[in-house]
Nanobody, 123 residues
Framework: QVRLVETGGGLVQTGGSLRLSCAFS????????VNWFRQAPGKEREFVAA????????SYADSVKGRFTISRDNANRTVILQMNSLKAEDTAVYYC????????????????WGPGTQVTVSS
């Protein structure tokens, strides 16, 4: 079974940066697209960023475009979400998720999820 584990969450001031990591195991990593999603308390889960199987294409939610960068290292089976210029509204639990083939933005298309890591941005 595919297993994903997020690390790197924590407390940061507005304008600061955090680097989240997603470690993948249990499958052929290079065949999986990987997304980051987030969910704030009382809110629906929302798309954050996606990266293609080979890492050659990525996409971002408008709310994070220009501030967040997604990347992957297939040799080390890791996906990174570099978050800069953080805002209070970025506060959420961040999840990585994987699916075979192409990346999509629909969370229902992803069946493999990490347990999440908390990101809190103080105002």
């Amino acid at each position: 079974q595919v297993r994903l584990v997020e690390t790197g969450g924590g407390l940061v001031q507005t304008g600061g940066s955090l680097r989240l990591s997603c470690a993948f195991s249990g499958g052929f990593f290079a065949t999986y697209a990987v997304n980051w999603f987030r969910q704030a308390p009382g809110k629906e889960r929302e798309f954050v960023a996606a990266i293609s199987r080979g890492g050659g294409a990525s996409s971002y939610a408008d709310s994070v475009k220009g501030r967040f960068t997604i990347s992957r290292d297939n040799a080390n089976r890791t996906v990174i979400l570099q978050m800069n210029s953080l805002k209070a509204e970025d506060t959420a639990v961040y999840y990585c998720a994987a699916r075979l083939g192409d990346a999509v933005r629909d969370s229902f298309s992803y069946r493999s999820w990490g347990p999440g890591t908390q990101v809190t941005v103080s105002s």
